[in-house]
C-alpha cells in the first residue's frame, strides 16, 4: 500500500541525508519534490500546494530544533504537517442516540454494504448491540449481500420482503431497535450520484425521520480526487459528519486519505483494509502519515497486538526473547496468535523499515509445514529438555509429512533465531533487519 509514494518520500530524505545544513535552495529543491510526490499521489492540488508551503516555513522557521541534522529536521516537519492534514487527532463516532444512529451514503460500487457490514461487527467487539436496517433497494441482491456478510458477525438486520420504499424499512428498524433496546442502528442505503435529485430526496428524507448522529459517506480510495470531490458535493447536500475509504489495501495512491479531512472539513474516521469482515480500522492520522512516508505502521500493529495478546503474555514473551529461553512450545503459541492478526507479510510491512524488503516471500504453507514439524515433536522435544538426534528429526520428518531436510532447516533456523534475541537490544539498522532476516529463513 502506497508503495510508489513511499518510495519517492525515501528516496527524496535519502537525497538530503549528509547535507550540513538546509539551505534556501536544497530546501526549495526539496519541497518541489514533495509537490511532485504528493501530486503523483493524487492529493489535491490546492492541498499539496498549501502543504508545502507549510512545510517551508516551518523548516525554515525559529520551531525547528538546531542539534537535530537537516534531513531529520525535514522528515520530522513533513511528518508532523502530514497529521495536522490529516486531522491531528483519532477520531470517534458521537454515540449519543438511544439508539445511536449511523446513516451509510455514498456512489454505487464504492463498497458501501460491506463496509456497513465491517462497521457493525467492528462496533459488536466493543460490547454494542447493533441493528442494521437494509434500506439499499435498488441494487439487485443488495439486501441479500447485506444478509450474508452480517452473519458472519451475527449481527441482526432487518428487510421487508418486497418492500419499494427504504423510509419505511428505516422506520421499522428504528421502531425494532428502540423496543428491543439496540444501542446502535446502521442504515445501509443505495448507491447514488449526488445529481440524482430523486435519490438525494430519498436520503434527506431518511435523514429527517431518523435524525442520525452520524452520516458517513463511503468513497473508494482508488479514484483519489474524484473521492474527494464527490465528497465534498455529498456534505453540501446532506450535511455529512465523516467519510469512510475502502480498499485502502489496494492500489490506492493515498490521495484520498491525505486530502479528504481538508477539503471537507469532516474526519476521515474509518478505513477499509482487506476483503474480511474484520478488516476495518478507524483511521489515526499518524498511522497515515507513518505509512505516507514508508514507516511502516506502528498504531495499527499495536493495536492487533493488543486485540490477541494480553500484558501478561506480552511480558513473559519478552523475558524469554531477550534471555532467550523460549521454546517450540512458545514459538507454536505465537504462530497461532499472529495468525488471528493477518498474514505474517501484512504485519512485516507494518514494521518500521521492514517495509522495504519486498524480496521476503514467506508463504503460509511453510507456515503450516512449520506448525505440523512442531506438533509431531514430543512435549519433551518440544521443551527442549531433549537433544533432537537424527533418529527423533527422522520420526518428526514422517509424523508431519516433511522431509528430514525441513526438519534439520527449522531447528537451525531456530537456533540462529535464539542467538539473534540475545543481539536485538544492539540491533537497529537497515543492514541489520537484512541479516536477521537472511538469518530467520535461509
Known amino acids: 500500500m502506497f508503495d510508489s509514494v513511499a518510495n519517492k518520500f525515501s528516496q527524496l530524505f535519502s537525497s538530503l541525508a549528509g547535507k550540513k545544513q538546509l539551505t534556501e535552495e536544497n530546501l526549495s529543491d526539496a519541497v518541489r519534490k514533495v509537490r511532485l510526490a504528493l501530486l503523483d499521489a493524487d492529493v489535491n492540488y490546492s492541498v499539496a500546494s498549501q502543504f508545502v508551503k507549510r512545510v517551508k516555513e ?8 538546531k542539534s537535530v541534522k537537516p534531513d531529520q529536521q525535514f522528515i520530522k516537519v513533513v511528518h508532523e504537517e502530514l497529521i495536522s492534514l490529516m486531522g491531528s487527532d483519532e477520531p470517534s463516532l458521537k454515540l449519543t442516540g438511544s439508539p445511536s444512529i449511523i446513516l451509510m451514503c455514498g456512489l454505487q460500487g464504492a463498497g458501501k454494504t460491506t463496509m456497513t457490514a465491517k462497521l457493525a461487527a467492528h462496533l459488536k467487539k466493543q460490547n454494542k448491540k447493533v441493528l442494521v436496517a437494509a434500506c439499499d433497494l435498488q441494487r439487485p441482491a443488495a439486501v441479500l449481500q447485506l444478509k450474508r456478510i452480517c452473519a458472519q458477525s451475527e449481527t441482526d438486520v ?90 485502502l489495501d489496494g492500489s490506492a495512491r493515498a490521495g484520498a486519505a491525505i486530502s479528504i479531512t481538508e477539503v471537507t472539513k469532516k474526519p476521515l474516521k474509518f478505513e477499509g483494509i482487506g476483503e474480511h469482515i474484520d478488516d476495518i480500522q478507524v483511521f489515526n492520522p499518524q498511522s497515515m502519515a507513518d505509512r505516507v512516508l514508508g514507516m511502516g505502521d506502528v498504531v495499527n500493529l499495536v493495536k492487533k497486538a493488543e486485540e490477541h495478546f494480553s500484558e501478561e503474555e506480552s511480558e513473559k514473551l519478552e523475558k524469554k526473547l531477550r534471555k532467550a529461553s523460549f521454546t517450540y512450545n512458545d514459538y507454536l503459541k505465537q504462530m497461532g496468535m499472529m495468525k488471528k492478526m493477518g498474514s505474517f507479510k501484512s504485519l512485516l510491512k507494518m514494521v518500521p523499515g ?89
Not at 367 to 391: C, D, H, N, W
Not at 398 to 426: E, Q, Y
Request: proline share 3%; charged share 30%.
Open 354 to 442: 521492514m517495509s522495504n524488503l519486498g524480496d521476503l516471500d514467506i508463504s503460509e504453507k511453510e507456515f503450516q509445514k512449520t506448525e505440523a514439524i512442531i506438533q509431531s515433536m514430543t512435549s519433551s522435544e518440544r521443551g527442549e529438555t531433549v537433544e533432537l538426534v537424527p533418529s527423533r528429526r527422522r520420526r518428526i520428518a514422517k509424523g508431519s509429512g516433511t522431509n528430514i531436510d525441513d526438519v534439520n532447516r527449522l531447528v537451525k533456523g531456530f537456533k540462529k533465531l535464539k542467538k539473534l534475541c540475545k543481539s536485538m537490544p544492539k540491533m537497529g539498522s537497515m543492514a541489520d533487519m537484512k541479516m536477521s532476516k537472511e538469518m530467520l529463513w535461509q
Open 58 to 65: 516551518k523548516v525554515l522557521g525559529d520551531d525547528v530544533v
Open 158 to 247: 432487518v428487510a421487508l420482503d418486497d418492500e419499494k420504499k427504504p423510509l419505511k424499512v428505516a422506520k421499522e428498524a428504528l421502531s425494532r431497535a428502540r423496543k428491543e433496546g439496540y444501542d446502535v442502528l446502521i442504515v445501509d442505503t443505495a448507491g447514488r450520484l449526488h445529481i440524482d435529485a430523486p435519490l438525494m430526496n430519498e436520503l434527506k428524507d431518511l435523514k429527517k425521520a431518523l435524525d442520525p448522529q452520524e452520516i458517513l459517506f463511503v468513497a473508494n480510495a482508488t479514484t483519489g480526487q474524484d473521492a474527494v470531490k464527490t465528497a465534498q458535493e455529498f456534505d453540501v447536500a446532506l450535511g455529512i459528519t465523516g467519510s469512510v475509504l475502502t480498499m
